[in-house]
């Protein structure tokens, strides 16, 4: 727990009292539409738990798809056990994650969507670089898939990496409820990764429960907005009691993907070191060897692991205040001699080529500088300083939890302002050419009504992260989405080779839904 001082206590309780100020006036009164940035996807007041006649959730499978092959791909409600209690949830096909898609580098696949939830939805093909048309951005993009309707979705295949798919509408209840699966596109060169034993794809996830269901949502508008639906059960690939096993020797490939809400996640695993081996889309300029890994909601990693000894070991998520097992991996005993040459690390030319182009435009001044900030309208003023000058928020314990859970779309907006024009969010459209190259600065300021970390992810290009308070980053990759911590200020570049009209947001999936997305037009 957090030592607060006076002054912080005295915050939290004018904060709080605002708050029920707040939601007492609303009772009476409905808040004005530019104080609900959310779109009301449903005329449902209430969404259904019962949890009869549905089928049980299954596993995610991987399905390998060829050049134009078609998937048919359903969203339906499931139930899933979880902590000993079975819960209506969401599953693509039936599986929690969704069927682990495999194409190839280059290639075009089709997704045939069929909806049989009970509300509009879409999916978003987290990175990838395919036509605007089927990024899945309600009224950008294309309409809602209405409930017991279909949409065929072209994916083109540029780039090598580990993807994602999840919905673009309501991610804060959709996707929380089990909506997301990966999409691994394999490089067309066959000795672009190393020589390992397995390869295993996981999902960092959490969920918040309320005695024996999931905490209630509110079908109208995004609640735990000023914070993020921070989960109260941790999750590996949907379980909360997740196993992997292996033998002495073996060298696994992991494929990371922070899904959560909002949670921030620094994984390790336990008496292990870890080999970097890339990030969004591929590899670094040059692998390292790192203890932990720090990944926000939408990013991905590749990391290598060698189990050089028998033993249990835990997947550990830790943070300054506390450590959480995410689950465990049973290493059985062989014969397998340990390859030394694990910690020979390479530096990967072909990656330094291609980046080495846009070294040209490393200019100091940033063609957009965007504040990362919060606007509470029924706060009486606004929450102060909350924490201990935290980068990041690890969760929402202690005085912050109330707060938090009082916060909603209606009364909290997240904005993206642009300091040159003090516009923000939707007010701005950036018109830029294919074959642009721009710099882009997110200022995320301490001094910040509630400062707190934020994922931002940009659809359908890519960029490279160049610094962080203007310290140079030594290890390039191609990325989509980058953490930009409180009090910090992040630059990277962007390559706009895409054509269309891309939004670019925070991706914690409540500051979405309060507004804190913005539009860049490629023409």
Known sequence: MRKLNLKHKLAAVLIILSFLLAACSQANNTMADHMMPTREISDAKVIDRSVSSLSEARQSEIVELKDKQ?????????VKEIDGNKIRMYAYNGQIPGPFIKAKQGSIVYVNFTNNIDAETTIHWHGIRLDTKFDGVVDISQKPVKPGESFLYEIKLPDEGIYWYHPHMREDLQQELGLYGNIFIEPKDEDYFNKVNMEVALFLDDIKMKGNDIEPFNNNFATFTMMGRFGNVMLVNGETDYKLNAKKGDIARFYLTDSANTRTFN???????????????????????VDSIIMASGERYIAEALFDKPGTYKIIHKTPQKEYTLGEIIVENSDIIPEDSFYELKENRDIEQSIEPFKKYLSPKPDYEFRLDVEQSAMGGGMGRMSDNEEIEWDDAGHNAMMNSMSTSKNVKWIIKDEKTGKINMENNYNVKVGDVKKIRFVNSKNSKHPMQHPMHLHGQRFLV??????????????????????????????????????????????????????????
């Not at 078609?70 to 499931?78: C, G, H, K, S, T």
């Not at 891309?502 to 804190?516: D, K, P, Q, R």
């Open 70 to 78: 078609v998937l048919q791909l359903e969203a339906n409600p499931v």
């Open 267 to 289: 994984f390790m695993i336990e008496d292990h070191k870890l080999k970097l081996i890339g990030s969004d889309s591929g590899k670094y300029e040059k692998e390292s060897i």
């Open 466 to 523: 160049l610094s962080i308070d203007g310290k140079q980053n030594e290890n390039l990759a191609w990325k989509d989405t980058v953490l930009v911590p409180a009090g910090k200020t992040v630059d990277i570049l962007v390559e706009f080779s895409n054509p269309g009209e891309w939004v670019m947001h925070c991706h914690i999936a409540e500051h979405l839904e309060a507004g804190m997305m913005t539009q860049f037009t490629v023409s």
